[in-house]
């Protein structure tokens, strides 16, 4: 799954990438337009995957992956051994 997701990713770049390329090459297109255009198609991707990718982050930190969940509990619940909170 992980594999496909991450081929999705890489096509999808490609693509940005190859419309760029087409742009800047393109006799219709001069060089302060293009430059403009890859400069505010740069601004938005980064207002819309900055913050996702944070959030992700912020997810993956609190669901903790990759961990044991009782590493994350507090020294005092960590040495009765039961991971409950005492009343």
Known sequence: ???????????LLAVIVAGHVAMWLS????SDE???LTL?????????LLP???VSM????????GGDSRERLPTREMQR???????
């Open 27 to 30: 006799p219709r297109t001069t």
């Open 1 to 11: 799954m992980l594999k496909w997701t991450r081929l999705r990713w890489v096509l």
């Open 52 to 54: 996702a990718i944070g």
């Open 81 to 87: 051994g039961d991971g409950e909170r005492p009343e």
């Open 40 to 48: 505010m198609n740069a601004s938005i991707w980064a207002v819309v």
């Open 34 to 36: 293009a430059l403009r």
């Open 58 to 65: 912020w997810a993956r930190a609190h669901r903790g992956e």
